[in-house]
């Protein structure tokens, strides 16, 4: 007899099993669908988790959660062949609760959340690929409602209705009519390697008590003039090193991936972190990077889409959002069959509550970003250059007076570029980027 779920949420990442685990204490009887052999397993981030919105689901996730180093510092490399300058903060009340963020390595993190879900009363199955949504028959070959899923394989399972948190690839979302093809200059690719390094060389060379942990930001020459960015997180008895950029710019490039961050390792600022370092892992995966002029229409009759699958990404943080996302949409169902009724006005409540979020605000505020990247794509570049000339002029300890290095410092700016037009692109960027 095929089985009956009031709502199946298809992906388990951070939205679908943040939706499992608002359903599933709910009495709304739910099945989280993953196509992996465990939750996480074809997962990949930098990554960070972030203390406030993550505690919004589970409030003693701090102690629960397989956290890898609790995030004390933040760095930003502007990068250059031989240099780097570095702007910091270190904040040791960040090690303290409520603490603020912390490295995780998805297959464990996700793994975790799923299992959560599961306590909570969730069923979860994995090595369960959706291919298809199943839809009422409606007269004249239209469709109606969505009424449950088809797996790899054929097999049906009927449900009131459908949360998709399938990721930035959103088969089912396109299937749906409810998300277009995103174009390659509205995503950017990461190539990701975990390196394992013991936990005591790891806090030695970023200068860490044990436990807190560490991520360098990295721009300018780390993505050899792609608009992107590269990145090492501390995890706790590994490194995760990214780098990447827009999708379109990579391909006109002709650059590997591979090639990019293995040009990356070969930094001398970067060797020097990562020496002695085993490869464990090489994944690469996409983010959906349009913003608000890229993003579905988020619910349909018996259908909702959360996560990345709904392009809720702002700038470096996704995760977070996913799981805001999964969890009102969650809470949307739970309504929805409170009043009996899985119908796309009903289900619009889930839209009105997105509106409402921080992320969503910000999401709109920004959504001309792409626009930004486009004509100021060297913008990155120029930053990082100019910064390592300033500095290297500033600390060379020469014989010229005050007023020659003034004038000297001065020479090197404008050498890079017209004093107004960086101040234009100072103007432009505000302009774009709003308060960040
Ligand atoms: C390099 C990189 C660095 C990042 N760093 C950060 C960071 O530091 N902090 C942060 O907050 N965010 C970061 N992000 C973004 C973050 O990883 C994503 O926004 C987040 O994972 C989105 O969660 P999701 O649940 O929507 O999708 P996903 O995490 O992609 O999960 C989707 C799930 O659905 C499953 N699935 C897909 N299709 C099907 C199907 N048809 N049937 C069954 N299962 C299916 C997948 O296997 C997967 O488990 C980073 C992303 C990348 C690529």
């Given at each position: 007899m095929t089985q009956i779920y009031d709502c199946i949420v298809v992906g388990a990442g951070p939205a679908g099993a943040a939706a499992a685990h608002t359903l599933g204490g709910s009495g709304v009887s739910t099945l989280l669908l993953e196509r992996g052999e465990f939750p996480g397993a074809k997962n990949m981030f930098g990554g960070a988790i972030y203390r406030e919105p993550t505690q919004i689901i589970i409030p003693n996730f701090v102690e629960t959660a397989p956290v890898e180093r609790n995030i004390v510092s933040d760095e930003l490399w502007m990068m250059e062949t031989d240099s780097a300058v570095k702007v910091g903060f270190t904040g040791?009340?960040?090690?303290?609760?409520?603490y603020n963020k912390f490295s995780v390595l998805r297959p464990r993190f996700d793994k975790w959340f799923a299992d959560c879900a599961v306590e909570r009363g969730a069923k979860l199955r994995n090595n369960a690929l959706v291919r298809k949504l199943l839809y009422e028959k409606r007269p004249l070959g239209r469709r109606g409602p969505v009424t449950g899923v088809q797996l790899d394989g054929g097999e049906e399972i009927r449900s009131s209705c459908v949360i998709l948190a399938e990721g930035v690839n959103a088969f089912l979302t396109k299937q749906a009519g409810l998300r277009g093809v995103i174009p390659a200059h509205a995503l950017t690719l990461y190539v990701k390697e975990v390196l394992n390094l013991p936990e005591h060389k790891i806090e030695e060379r970023f200068s860490l008590q044990p436990g807190h942990g560490a991520i360098v930001g990295m721009l300018g020459w780390s993505t050899a003039g792609i608009v992107g960015k590269a990145g090492v997180w501390t995890n706790k008895d590994s490194l995760s090193i990214i780098v990447g950029g827009y999708l379109n710019q990579i391909v006109e490039s002709r650059l590997s991936p591979y090639h990019l961050l293995q040009r990356l390792k070969e930094h001398p600022m970067v060797k020097r972190l990562i020496q002695g370092a085993k490869v464990e892992e090489y994944m690469a995966h996409l983010i959906p990077k349009g913003g608000y002029n890229y993003q579905p229409k988020m619910f349909g009759d018996g259908v909702l889409v959360a996560g990345d699958a709904a392009v809720m990404v702002s700038g470096r943080r996704g995760t977070d959002l996913a799981m805001i996302s999964g969890k009102l949409a969650a809470e949307t169902v739970i309504h929805a069959k409170a009043k009996g009724d899985f119908r796309e006005a009903m289900l619009s409540n889930y839209k009105h509550k997105l509106d409402d979020t921080f992320f969503m605000k910000d999401i709109q505020t920004r959504q001309n970003s792409l626009r930004y990247f486009k004509n100021y794509r060297d913008s990155d570049f120029l930053i990082a250059s100019t910064a390592n000339k300033v500095a290297y002029e500033f600390f060379s300890e020469d014989m010229a007076t005050g007023l020659e290095k003034m004038t000297k410092l001065k020479q090197v700016v404008t050498h890079q570029q017209h004093a107004i037009k960086s101040l234009s692109d100072i103007y432009q960027a505000i302009r774009f980027w709003g308060p960040l």
């Open positions: 040791l009340r960040f090690a303290e609760p409520p």
